[in-house]
């Protein structure tokens, strides 16, 4: 039953008919490369003279030759690759349906090209002929056991019974012997498309150099994407937090001190234009824009960054050792945004909480290290959070190393960047 079920199958299959469609379509292309080269072979052959020269069919006969090579040359257009791409993805079940598509850039991609547009124009013409002739052929065959004098319907066909009018046993014989030549038609049809959708991922797909290159093209997109996603997420992460917490603070004292209000309403507009430049920024990068005009903040920034955070009531206590203007300019930058994702971690999962910020500059690397007072609750709302996956990635750029975590009632947050061995 299985192998019954097997057998049948070409014969209900969708792709079978879809396929059927594709080479048709194929066929219907061809028809132009071969007209306009049979018409200018005919022309060549009857100015030679000689017997048959001219006739249509040595015409097409010397014309089909030019067609193919017009036809592979077709490859070479723009654009042709990938209209043939996304018509396979169509109408070909289940070819190309995971490959990316790309135009052919190479000669060796133009060349797999032009050999799919030949064997998918020409077997297309192929099919084209043998539905025409065999659909035809087998309605008539079929419609010999019912037509009364089928004399003047086998007239021009290729009735396999003889020339006289047929017995009604030869009317019942050309009735299964139309259905047969429908079947071998189906058939024939069934097996050329797939075929066809076997040698399309080997012809239209992407040779392995365009995969690698396709690969290393996501392995960037996707290492810019991380990049921006943590710009956004420590720059206007970090005043977003400021402002909520000054606005909520400045909501419950706003009568009993003003001055205090007046202060938080400042720092949150300060807030929110540095948020607006550090987001112009992001945007323009994600614009392909070139530079912007956002300063590109750096530990010459930390103090600014550590008067903002005790403005918003947190008493932090910097302890900061050595010269931050020795550090190479990228470690700068990340060590500053390591630092004001550290303090904004502490504002928003512990509030303004006295913090403790270390950081040390040696010659040939740096350690920072914030901690804070942190109760359970807060510690399990920072534990794999997408601030420290932010920090872990920086210091991972940097061959860097980073820890956090609960340690004596504290949150302790360390890092260390060393460049002494990457000069």
């Not at 909501?251 to 948020?275: H, K, N, Y």
Request: net charge neutral; charged share 15%; with cysteine.
């Amino acid at each position: 039953m299985p192998h019954i079920r097997r057998l049948l199958s070409p014969l209900t299959a969708v792709a079978t008919y879809t396929r059927w469609v594709h080479l048709v379509l194929g066929g219907v292309v061809f028809m132009p490369y071969l007209m306009a080269t049979a018409v200018l072979a005919s022309l060549i052959l009857a100015g030679g003279g000689g017997p048959g020269a001219g006739s249509p069919d040595s015409a097409l006969a010397v014309g089909l030759v030019p067609a193919l090579l017009l036809i592979a040359a077709t490859a070479w257009l723009p654009g042709v690759r990938t209209m043939s791409t996304h018509l396979v993805r169509a109408l070909v079940t289940g070819a190309l349906a995971a490959e990316e598509v790309a135009e052919a850039r190479t000669r060796r991609s133009r060349m797999r090209t032009a050999l799919w547009l030949v064997l998918h124009l020409s077997a297309g013409f192929a099919v084209c002929l043998a539905t025409m002739l065999g659909l035809t052929q087998s309605a008539v065959l079929a419609a010999t056991a019912v037509v009364p004098d089928p004399a003047g319907l086998m007239e021009g066909s290729l009735y396999p019974l003889g020339g006289s009018p047929p017995a009604p046993a030869e009317r019942i014989a050309a009735s299964f012997a139309g259905a047969a030549l429908l079947l071998a038609v189906i058939y024939t049809v069934a097996g050329l498309g797939a075929l066809m959708s076997r040698l399309a991922p080997v012809l239209l797909g992407p040779s392995a150099a365009e995969r690698l290159a396709a690969a290393q093209q996501r392995v960037e997109t996707l290492a810019e994407r991380n990049r921006l996603a943590r710009e956004l997420h420590d720059s206007i992460g970090h005043a977003l937090s400021v402002v909520t917490l000054q606005a909520g603070t400045a909501a419950r004292v706003i009568d009993t001190d003003p001055a205090f209000t007046r202060s938080a309403l400042e720092a949150i507009a300060e807030q929110a234009r540095t948020a607006t430049a550090e987001l112009d920024h992001v945007l323009g990068l994600l614009r392909d824009e070139g530079p912007t005009t956002a300063p590109q903040r750096d530990l010459a920034h930390l103090e600014r960054l550590i008067e903002a955070t005790r403005a918003i009531g947190a008493e932090v206590s910097a302890d900061i050792e050595g010269d931050p203007a020795a550090v190479p300019g990228v470690v700068s930058r990340e060590t500053y945004r390591i630092c004001q994702e550290g303090l904004t971690n502490v504002l928003r999962h512990a509030g303004p909480v006295p913090v403790a910020l270390r950081l040390r500059v040696g010659s040939g690397g740096l350690t920072v290290e914030i901690a804070n007072p942190a109760p359970a609750a807060a510690v399990a709302a920072r534990v794999g959070g997408r601030g420290l996956r932010g920090m872990r990635e920086r210091l991972r750029l940097l061959g860097g190393t980073l820890d956090a975590g609960a340690e004596d009632g504290h949150w302790r947050l360390r890092a260390a960047i060393s460049w002494k061995d990457a000069q």
